[in-house]
Nanobody, 134 residues
């Protein structure tokens, strides 16, 4: 059973930093895309950053480019999101997600031609809250 466990959220003042972690278990396939989405109250889910499991360049949403960095430690099956220069508009619930290759061979890669699409991801963590005060 695939599980994603997030940690690292909290409250911080504008300009501060937070690092989120997401540890995955229950799969060994290297064909996956893993990343972070966020959802603020009253808004839709927004793609933040994605990273391919088999290596390759990460993808970032326009609103976080230059401030957030995604990385992964394959030995620990953990993905990190380093968030610097946080602003009040970054306040949201942050969700870790993974797009694992399906039995029919579909999925398992970071498809970002139209940005990050939450519907592509088949497993999700429970979310961790990040609150940025001005």
């Amino acid at each position: 059973q695939v599980q994603l466990v997030e940690s690292g959220g909290g409250s911080v003042q504008a300009g501060g930093s937070v690092r989120l972690s997401c540890t995955a278990s229950g799969y060994t396939d290297s064909n996956y895309c893993m990343g972070w989405f966020r959802q603020a109250p009253g808004k839709g889910r927004e793609g933040v950053a994605l990273i391919p499991g088999g290596g390759g360049s990460p993808w970032y949403g326009d609103s976080v480019k230059g401030r957030f960095t995604i990385s992964h430690d394959n030995a620990r099956n953990t993905v990190y999101l380093q968030m610097d220069n946080l602003q009040p508009e970054d306040t949201a619930m942050y969700y870790c997600a993974v797009d694992l290759r399906r039995e029919d061979g579909s999925g398992g890669y970071c498809y970002t031609m139209f940005g990050a699409r939450s519907k592509d991801f088949n497993y999700w963590g429970q979310g961790t809250q990040v609150t940025v005060s001005s």
